[in-house]
């Protein structure tokens, strides 16, 4: 389900927790530089500045629920959007309710996922997924994300 859902990951995983939760900011920083794959997903040009952000969210036992590897068009989102990111106090999702987008599965090479592996120091392909956020005009975000162990069942069932 949460491989092939195509809502708000943030809501879903506070569906699941039954309780808010909490994003832990481990860096963005605004770049021209980003993967070719990216600019191409995106449509996006030469020079433009972009918002790279790494990601975790967590339970209220501080558990780690999912990461996340983001970038954002600067140019093409409201200053309210970039400024709800440069505060980094709140998940992507809550900014992005407030906006109406869709988004579509893309596939992402492994030198993308890398920049979050990197920073996370756990991989779990099994668990992940890609996918582009968009308006009904342009695309303008690309997220890697992985799922963590917090959002399965602690307890094993007995029959």
Same mark, same amino acid.
């Given at each position: 389900m949460l491989l092939t859902h195509d809502g708000s990951t943030t809501r879903l995983c506070q569906a699941l927790t039954g309780a808010p939760v909490g994003v832990y900011l !481990? !860096?963005?920083?605004?770049?021209? +530089? $980003?993967? %070719?794959?990216?600019?191409?997903?995106? @449509?996006? +040009? $030469?020079? #433009? *500045?972009?918002?790279?952000? $790494? %990601?975790? &969210?967590?339970?209220?036992?501080? #558990?780690? &629920?999912?990461?996340? &590897?983001?970038?954002?068009?600067?140019?093409? $989102?409201? /200053?309210?959007?970039?400024?709800? &990111? /440069?505060?980094?106090? @709140?998940? *992507?999702? !809550?900014l992005l309710d407030q906006l109406f987008v869709k988004r579509k599965a893309v596939t992402t090479s492994s030198a993308v996922q890398n920049l979050l592996w990197d920073t996370v120091g756990k991989t779990d392909a099994l668990a992940s997924r890609s996918y582009q956020i968009a308006t009904s005009d342009h695309a303008f975000m690309l997220i890697f994300e992985v799922f963590r162990g917090a959002l399965t069942p602690q307890e094993t069932m007995r029959t």
């Open positions: !481990h !860096h963005q920083h605004r770049t021209t +530089e $980003v993967p %070719t794959e990216v600019r191409d997903l995106l @449509a996006g +040009e $030469v020079g #433009e *500045i972009w918002l790279q952000r $790494v %990601t975790s &969210l967590y339970n209220t036992s501080g #558990e780690v &629920l999912m990461d996340n &590897l983001s970038f954002t068009r600067l140019n093409s $989102v409201p /200053d309210w959007f970039i400024q709800g &990111l /440069d505060e980094g106090q @709140a998940p *992507i999702g !809550h």
